[in-house]
């Protein structure tokens, strides 16, 4: 009868500690996920305006110097945009180059028409609101570097 009652309670230890390094490395795992929310990104937007008027439906693209993610933003009719990076609002501190695209259709196209056209042909009907230059990062001169500071990164951007 003693050495049932001596195995079962070295099994019930051996089966406790199993337990205990079971939750250990479960509360470990979970409060790492928990905790790995990713590189800070911080709040930053800005407005975009052409010969003092707003840019309406502008893509905006920041591209990292020290390379990473694009961030992108697209402006709404008062010219302002919300810059986000992997689809998360915010950017990563640090310099980035800039570049926009600000399309528009030069004559309306039919859903019905739509389908049939080829590439030369929509881009044919599309043309550029502001100078082309801006439409690349490396020709627009456009710069800009978001801080940890949210209040710093409100980006006017005011093309010539």
Known sequence: MMMKDNTRVAQEAKSSAWVKVWLSLFGLVTFS????????LIEAGGTVRYQSKPVV??????????????????????GKFILSTDGKPGALAGAYKIGI??????????????????????????????PRKYNHQITSG?????SDDPQANQFNLDLK
């Open 142 to 146: 456009l710069t800009a570097t978001v």
């Open 57 to 78: 439906e502008a893509d905006i693209v920041f591209i990292p110097d020290a390379g990473g993610p694009f961030v992108l933003g697209r402006s709404d009719d008062q």
């Open 101 to 130: 695209n600000a399309m528009r259709q030069k004559r309306p196209v039919s859903e019905k028409e739509a389908p049939s056209m080829t590439d030369a042909q929509i881009a044919a009907n599309h043309e550029s609101v502001i």
């Open 33 to 40: 996920v928990g905790c790995d929310t990713g590189p800070k």
